[in-house]
C-alpha cells in the first residue's frame, strides 16, 4: 500500500512519486538487480569526471546512494521498532566531500550498496504489518515506516535517471530525456 501524503513530508514527495508501482517490496528488489549491473559499466575514470552543470564526481552520488541507503535503512528500522526519538537530517553534501577523503574503489562502492539493499529488503520483508504505519520524527517531520520503503526505492530512481543521463553511451535514455539536475 502507497503512503498516504500526511505521511512524510513534501520534500520527500518527489521520491515517493517516482514509485507508481504499489508493490514497493518488488521495486527494492528489482533494483538490487539493476542497480549494481548498471554501475558494473562505469569505468574508474568516468567515475572521477564531474559533468556540468554537476558538481558531483560520479563516485560521489554512488557514495552518497549508499550513504542514503544506510541511512535511510536505520531510520526505517528504528522507527519499525517504535523509537519515537526524532532523527536528524544529515547534509549530504557533507557526506559527499568527506567520501573523496579515503575513496574506495568502483568494486567496493557497488558491493556495499547491494549488501546494504539485501539487509534493508530482509528488514522490509519480514515486518509485522503493525509497523508499515507507525510514524516517528524524522529531519523534524513526521515520517511512517511505509514512507521510508518508498522513499529508499524513489531516491535510488531520481539519482539513478541523473546518472544515466551523465553517461549517455551506457543507458537507453535519449538527449532529449535528460533535462535539469
Known amino acids: 500500500m502507497r503512503p498516504s501524503q500526511d505521511e512524510y513530508s513534501d520534500f520527500f514527495a518527489g521520491y515517493i512519486s517516482l514509485v507508481p508501482e504499489n508493490d514497493v517490496l518488488n521495486v527494492l528488489e528489482q533494483q538490487l538487480v539493476e542497480i549494481p549491473a548498471y554501475w558494473h559499466e562505469i569505468s574508474e ?3 572521477t569526471a564531474v559533468h556540468s552543470p554537476y558538481t558531483w564526481k560520479i563516485r560521489q552520488v554512488l557514495d552518497h546512494l549508499v550513504d542514503g541507503e544506510r541511512i535511510f535503512g536505520s531510520r526505517l528500522l528504528r522507527i519499525a521498532r ?3 526519538t526524532p532523527l536528524p537530517g544529515f547534509d549530504e553534501h557533507f557526506f559527499a566531500e568527506a567520501s573523496e577523503e579515503r575513496p574506495a574503489p568502483l568494486a567496493d562502492i557497488i558491493e556495499s550498496f547491494e549488501s546494504l539493499r539485501r539487509a534493508n529488503i530482509l528488514l522490509i520483508r519480514n515486518l509485522p504489518a503493525a509497523a508499515w504505519s507507525r510514524m516517528g520524527i524524522m529531519s523534524g ?6 514512507a521510508l520503503a518508498f522513499i529508499l526505492a524513489g531516491h535510488i530512481r531520481h539519482h539513478d535517471a541523473i546518472l544515466r543521463c551523465r553517461l549517455p553511451h551506457l543507458a537507453d535514455h535519449a538527449e532529449s530525456e535528460c533535462g535539469n539536475p
Not at 141 to 146: A, D, E, I, L
Open 45 to 47: 575514470s568516468e567515475a
Open 82 to 84: 517504535g523509537d519515537t
Open 141 to 146: 517531520s513526521p515520517t511512517s515506516v511505509r
